[in-house]
T-cell receptor
């Protein structure tokens, strides 16, 4: 069985602060894929990143960075110099082995950036 | 590009009514799925399909039916709506690549059952 845990239900930070969203996962598959999606107040789901289990390189995209650690089964997401537009619900998700197309989501973290 | 199109965007039903949520994609994706989003529970998989004529149950299938007669369409049917089915519903699709393909989501349908 697959499981994704986002222990932080809600986070509020003041604009320009850095913030890290935690994601811990469980899977028995040796090949798997991790995702982050953003859901802004408008409600759509926006793809942010995908990482496969064989690639533990950290990724940076502008103010966003992701830290993948297989040893701790974590795939954390950091926003540097947060902005009001970053306010959203962020979901971490896991997809198992090839052929298993089901995506298991965490419960999400609601991030509020205070101006 | 239209991507994944869901209709309607909003719907109010009375308990016991039936209805169909429509989902269509124009990307020739093999995989399609339906999720429901409830407060504090994230997104949970209802049903999915890996190709025309093939469907399977997800985590919360009770009270819902699906069919996949074409690659493009994957409607979700509520047979007899219940207040517990009040939720936001998302349809998603992805290609069947080498694995780990990202899901493309529709804009969602907000359903209220009174």
């Amino acid at each position: 069985a697959q499981k994704v845990t986002q222990a932080q239900t809600e986070i509020s930070v003041v604009e320009k602060e850095d913030v890290t969203l935690d994601c811990v996962y469980e899977t028995r598959d040796t090949t798997y894929y991790l995702f982050w999606y953003k859901q802004p107040p408008s409600g759509e789901l926006v793809f942010l990143i995908r990482r496969n289990s064989f690639d533990e390189q950290n990724e940076i995209s502008g103010r966003y960075s992701w830290n993948f650690q297989k040893s701790t089964s974590s795939f954390n997401f950091t926003i540097t110099a947060s902005q009001v537009v970053d306010s959203a619900v962020y979901f971490c998700a896991l997809k198992g082995r090839i052929g298993n197309e089901k995506l298991t989501f965490g419960t999400g973290t609601r991030l509020t950036i205070i101006p | 590009n239209a991507g994944v199109t869901q209709t309607p965007k909003f719907q109010v039903l009375k308990t016991g009514q039936s209805m169909t949520l429509q989902c269509a994609q124009d990307m020739n994706h093999e995989y399609m799925s339906w999720y429901r989003q409830d407060p504090g529970m994230g997104l949970r998989l209802i049903h999915y399909s890996v190709g025309a004529g093939i469907t399977d149950q997800g985590e919360v299938p009770n009270g819902y039916n699906v069919s996949r007669s074409t690659t493009e369409d994957f409607p979700l049917r509520l047979l007899s709506a219940a207040p517990s089915q009040t939720s936001v519903y998302f349809c998603a699709s992805s290609p069947r690549g080498r694995g780990g393909e990202k899901l493309f989501f529709g804009s969602g349908t907000q359903l209220s059952v009174l």
